[in-house]
């Protein structure tokens, strides 16, 4: 019953991957891992389905208690994937120094996106420019100027490239 679960569980985080590729990597491994940590032994059987089934409801739950969402974006699907794409990139730049930026930039590209999403947006490449163009503004404006924070334009492509990937799923219309 316990690999049934897990396997189940397996499958629901390919499906959804590129909703919340950052939740459900780390969840992945998890599951991963429970399934290679636990030996066909009948006297570990039991633990066995209680990790699975702990982390079936987590992922159903969205729960990480090792990950926090800030409570600015609680609530808000959307911007808590971008928020995680966000604060992978951020910290794969050294750059993650513990303010709640990446819930700034995530809550923005979520309205960014939202505005200019219409049906078929994730095929047309003009309305991907264009909110392209104005998460640029944003990052250059308010990110640069009003916080003093310097994104490299690698860091700014890698976030809005992850998270285009992420609405195209996400947003669809």
């Known amino acids: 019953m316990a ?13 959804k991957w590129e909703e919340d590729p950052v939740f459900y990597e780390k969840f992945s491994a998890l599951v991963r891992q429970t399934i290679d940590e636990f030996p066909a032994a009948s006297a570990e059987r039991e ?3 209680r990790r699975v089934r702990e982390l079936r409801d987590k992922i159903y739950a969205r729960e990480d208690e090792d990950d926090p ?18 604060r992978r990139e951020l910290r794969a730049a ?10 700034e930039i995530a809550i923005k590209l979520t309205s960014i996106i939202g505005k200019h999403a219409m049906v078929g947006w994730q095929n047309d490449r003009d309305i991907q420019n264009r909110i392209r163009n104005e998460a640029d503004d944003f990052f250059f404006d308010e ?17 809005l490239d ?5 609405a195209r799923v996400r947003m669809a219309k």
């Not at 050294?94 to 819930?103: E, I, K, M, Q, W």
């Open 3 to 15: 690999d049934e679960i897990a396997h189940a569980t397996v499958r629901v985080i390919e499906e």
């Open 47 to 49: 633990d066995y389905l």
């Open 69 to 86: 969402t800030p409570t600015s974006i609680r609530g808000n699907g959307h911007a808590v994937a971008f928020w995680g794409i966000t």
């Open 94 to 103: 050294g750059l993650d120094d513990g303010t709640d930026l990446a819930a």
């Open 143 to 159: 990110v640069r100027g009003r916080h003093g924070r310097i994104l490299a334009p690698e860091v700014m492509d890698a976030i």
């Open 162 to 166: 992850d998270v285009l990937a992420s």
